[in-house]
């Protein structure tokens, strides 16, 4: 028998009724293909309105729900993508949602020959306060990329920018307080470094993409163990080329959010307080002109994010070898010293 989950109540009042998603919903061509999923076009047949529906496979698919109870709390969110209805009929699970006729944000900014820091600035802030508002409430996405962030429509304004996809995402239980399935690991730092890295290179994008910058990868074709060993470093240039003609403000902005240290690395409510944020309206309103392909930029992207969500086991280290422990033996010999 096929479950109809009406979504016009909250959560605990949620009803049931049987009805099939052909019954409402007549389904079209394929707009993505996850690792769990097939999103297609969907177009409600009682009113004739597009909107997309993401489909799990009971089979082979993750439990999606806790996707929908992230979608049916924290949905209503201005720039979070919303959920129209969700279907069960044993084999498959279906989750209508608005349709992003948009396209993704690197798409955009990529299409667009030139790309000012006033509407870099405009497109960082609203993703920023989004994961904000997300990790306020205890959610956190754990697959932030940009192909997950896209425009719900062609404005290109910064307010039609939605987070989607919340398939892997997880609610902070109240038990523990603590997210025990961490996303990502690699076989040099602890997982949080790579969370935090991930979130931040991808809020950043806005800045990074016009520069055809890619800090950690040079091209689609590296290898993520040459990635890894990039982001590990922390080391990257901020000068020569399009840098030139960056703001100060920008670089500094860009540098700490990218910082290899997590305790150094600037937080969603710090990048938010940044004055390249803060002071979005004093920034120059004269275009970033890009310089490479935008096919080589996004490969490089794509390639940057694989590696992030790369299972590797760790290799673990003696005590003495971490960061730590390294800062603490030199605060004791300089105590010493004195």
């Not at 049987?18 to 999923?37: H, L």
């Not at 939605?162 to 609610?171: L, P």
């Not at 931040?200 to 163990?225: K, M, R, V, Y």
């Not at 299972?311 to 800062?327: D, I, W, Y």
């Amino acid at each position: 028998m096929t479950t109809h989950i009406c979504l016009h109540f909250p959560v605990q009042q949620l009803h049931r009724s049987t009805s099939q998603f052909a019954d409402a919903y007549e389904i079209k061509e394929d707009i993505g293909v996850g690792s769990y999923s097939i999103c297609k076009r969907c177009i409600h047949k009682g009113t004739g309105m597009e909107y997309a529906v993401k489909v799990n496979s009971s089979s082979t698919s993750r439990d999606p729900t806790e996707e929908v109870e992230i979608l049916l709390r924290y949905g209503q969110h201005p720039n979070i993508i919303t959920l129209k209805d969700v279907y069960d009929d044993g084999r498959s699970v279906f989750l209508v949602t608005e349709l992003m006729k948009g396209g993704e944000l690197l798409d955009k900014i990529l299409r667009q020959k030139f790309f000012s820091e006033r509407e870099a600035s405009a497109v960082l802030y609203t993703i920023t306060k989004t994961v904000e508002y997300l990790h306020v409430q205890g959610v956190v996405h754990r697959d932030l990329k940009p192909s997950n962030i896209l425009y719900v429509d062609e404005s290109g304004n910064a307010e039609s920018i939605r987070i989607c996809d919340f398939g892997f995402a997880k609610q902070l239980r109240a038990e523990n307080g603590l997210l025990m399935t961490p996303c990502y690991t690699a076989n040099f730092v602890a997982p949080e470094v790579h969370v935090c890295r991930s979130y931040t290179f991808c809020i950043s994008s806005p800045l990074l993409c016009p520069s055809s910058f890619t800090p950690f990868a040079n091209g689609p074709e590296d290898t993520p163990e040459e990635i890894l060993a990039r982001i590990g470093s922390g080391k990257f240039s901020l000068s020569g080329g399009y840098w030139n003609s960056v703001s100060t403000e920008a670089k500094d902005l860009v540098s700490k959010m990218l910082h290899v240290d997590p305790h150094q690395r600037l937080t969603a409510g710090q990048v938010l307080r940044h004055p390249w944020v803060t002071h979005r309206d004093q920034l120059p309103k004269y275009t970033l002109n890009r310089q490479d392909a935008p096919h080589l930029v996004k490969g490089a992207m794509a390639a940057t994010y694989s590696a992030l969500n790369r299972n590797v086991p760790p290799v673990l280290e003696p005590v003495g070898c971490s960061t730590l422990a390294q800062r603490r033996g030199l605060k004791k010999i300089t105590s010493t010293a004195l």
